[in-house]
């Protein structure tokens, strides 16, 4: 079965500081990968997706990037964080074919302060 | 482009009891999907359950259905008999199938269920 991880699962950093956040999926191969972040109370913003290595979209340009360097891995990063950035931020995977629901991980809680 | 609306912030509902969860949207195209996911406080988005536009009948998942009424573009979602372990906030979501597109959100319904 297909399983995906996040980590860290918690995250503390000053503004200015960067920021790295890796996903990671097993037992599927060539997904499409999504980046959403949810602010408290609110629903979700896609960020970024890809639909294989190295293929990146943008959804919101900011001061976010994503990067696939390989098939079931997807990076979130900033070179400088704002306070703005703070979120509950979640990675996705979808098979591409039928329905092609999304399945969730268990997300990234990132303080900038 | 897509519009999902979820007019309902908030629902209570008493356990054992149904309740039905409120999902409008908009889309012009002929082939889309209709999405329900659950977010309970730990944050995990589960996905529940999935209407086709072409489907003919209503989807069903154990305790969850979806009423799916194309002419009025609503999908509600119902959930028989419920349980506390239903407390939860509920998004509705939607993604066409003409050329590659992705999942647009609801704003969510926080779902309250009392003993």
């Known amino acids: 079965s297909q399983t995906i991880h996040q980590w860290p699962a918690t995250l503390v950093q000053p503004v200015g500081s960067p920021l790295s956040l890796e996903c990671t999926v097993e037992g599927t191969s060539n997904p499409n990968l999504y980046w959403y972040r949810q602010a408290a109370g609110r629903g979700l913003q896609l960020l970024f997706y890809?639909?294989?290595?190295?293929?990146i979209s943008s959804e919101v340009p900011q001061n976010l990037s994503a990067s696939r360097p390989q098939d079931r891995q997807f990076i979130l990063s900033s070179k400088k964080l704002l306070l703005s950035d703070s979120g509950f931020y979640l990675c996705?995977?979808?098979?591409?074919?039928?329905?092609?629901?999304?399945?969730f991980g268990p997300g990234t809680r990132l303080t900038v302060t | 482009a897509q519009k999902i609306t979820q007019t309902q912030p908030g629902m209570f509902v008493q356990e054992k009891e149904a309740v039905t969860l409120d999902c409008t949207y908009d889309t012009s195209d002929p082939s889309y999907g209709l999405f329900w996911y659950k977010q309970p406080s730990s944050g995990e988005m589960i996905f529940l359950i999935y209407?086709?536009?072409?489907?003919?009948q209503n989807a069903t998942e154990g305790r969850y259905s979806l009423n799916f009424q194309k002419a009025r573009k609503s999908a509600n979602l119902v959930i028989s008999a419920s349980q506390l372990g239903d407390s939860a906030m509920y998004f509705c979501a939607t993604k066409t199938y003409s050329g590659y597109s992705t999942l647009t959100f609801g704003k969510g319904t926080m779902l309250l269920v009392s003993p």
């Open positions: 996705a995977w979808s098979g591409g074919q039928g329905a092609d629901e999304q399945y």
């Open positions: 209407q086709g536009s072409y489907d003919q």
């Open positions: 890809s639909v294989g290595i190295g293929q």
